[in-house]
Structure formats: C-alpha cells, structure tokens
C-alpha cells in the first residue's frame, strides 16, 4: 500500500508540474523540464498520461487510486483527441478532392423536393 501512495503522490506532482508549471516556479530544473514537454507533440502527452497512470492501478486497484490516476488517464485522453484534430486524423485523399471539383464544375443544378410531394 505505501508504495503505490508514494506512486500516486509522484504521479500527481509529475501532472502539476507539466500542466501547471507557474506552481513549481521556484525550482530550478523544473523549468527546462516543463518547457520541453509544452513542446511535444499532443500524441505523446497522450501516450505519457495514459501509461503512467496505469502502474498505480495495477499496484492495487482501489477506489482511490481509480479515481486518482483515471483523471490523470482523461487527461491523456484528451490530449489522444487534441492530436486527432478536427478532422479525425483522416487526411484528404485525392478521390475527394477529385469528386469535390466534379460536383462544382456540373451545370446541372440537384433539384430538391419537399417530402410531401
């Protein structure tokens, strides 16, 4: 049990201190290191997040741990979203842009009907 507090108490000061780095000021090396994760990707916060987080809960799987290491594993999930984008990941492919200019450059204009008649 007393290791996976002190686990969990690292964990939590780890996340304070590359999410919040303005708390953690005053120590000297704590700077560069917060500077260095702020320029990292979002799919690698993502992947850091979610796997730290999971050592706690296979220390011992309690509520509390649940609790505290899942909100730092909904942190690295929404980092995973942040990296898929807007769009989902899904780049355009030369077939859309291919159909896209065909239905702009038709001249025949898609008639549309109400349902009802």
Known sequence: MCRRD???RCLGFLTMVLEAPLCCQFFDGLDRLANWIGNLKYIYKAILYCVLSIFPMMLCFE???VFGSGLIFVTGAIYGVMALGKKGGQAKRPDD???NQRL???EEPVATTPEGT
């Open 6 to 8: 002190s686990f969990v």
């Open 104 to 106: 702009t450059e038709s």
């Open 63 to 65: 509520l509390t741990t």
């Open 97 to 99: 842009v291919e159909m």
